[in-house]
């Protein structure tokens, strides 16, 4: 049997913002505006399918690694903050091969060959495409949200305070989200528990940079 005593303080944080996700996020009905706990249960035993599971999976780690990565850079968390950054690369790392796999080609993550056949910033100069433009600036925000804590992480520029690198990725990564999210009529399409992942990234994002400042 596993005893709470022998959970890092980092896992513990880690496990307990998947657990919220998985509860609130995963377990909110859009339809029904509504939460209903029998829609984590239905992922965990892959009522609906495989793909189903996944795609739900997916959303929860890369919320999750969004916020822990937040969190890791919170005053109390400093302790803990190499451990919980490696942890939010882990499911932030996962998030983007696996979407890459599911979405390579689509609307949200275009094939290299359309990449180079339009420009990003012409579709956002142009009404008729300025949405197609928004989710390749989202792609791009990710990627480098994404590369900036790996290049920390394998001392790329070892003169740059990680505190920086870290508040730059989560600015970069929120903003990753938040455009990747947005509907044709320009509303967030989220549910209700995620709204609260604003705040906590500013605030970490926040007390990140007021680190890198010292």
Not at 50 to 57: I, Y
Not at 61 to 67: D, F, K, R, T, V
């Amino acid at each position: 049997m596993i005893s709470m005593d022998n959970i890092s303080p980092p896992l513990a944080i880690t496990l307990g913002v998947n657990a919220s996700f998985l509860a609130f996020y995963t377990g909110y009905s859009k339809a029904e505006k509504a939460y209903k706990p029998s829609l984590v249960w239905e992922v965990f035993t892959l009522k609906k399918g495989l793909n189903h599971t996944l795609v739900e999976l997916n959303k929860e780690i890369s919320l999750s690694g969004l916020a822990t990565l937040a969190i890791a850079f919170l005053p109390r968390c400093e302790p803990h903050r190499k451990e919980l950054v490696y942890n939010a690369m882990g499911m932030l790392s996962a998030h983007t091969l696996y979407s890459t796999w599911k979405y390579y080609g689509g609307k949200n993550i275009p094939s290299l060959s359309e990449w180079w056949a339009t420009s990003t910033i012409g579709d956002l100069m142009d009404k008729k495409t300025i949405m197609r433009g928004v989710k390749r600036a989202s792609v791009i925000l990710g990627l480098l949200s994404q590369g900036l804590l790996w290049g920390d992480y394998l001392k790329v520029s070892p003169g740059t305070k990680s505190a920086l690198i870290g508040g730059s990725a989560l600015v970069t990564g929120t903003a990753h989200f938040y455009l990747m999210e947005l509907d044709f009529k320009w509303i967030l399409q989220v549910r209700p528990f995620t709204f609260g992942i604003f705040p906590v990234c500013a605030a970490g994002a926040l007390f990140a940079f007021k680190d890198a400042a010292k």
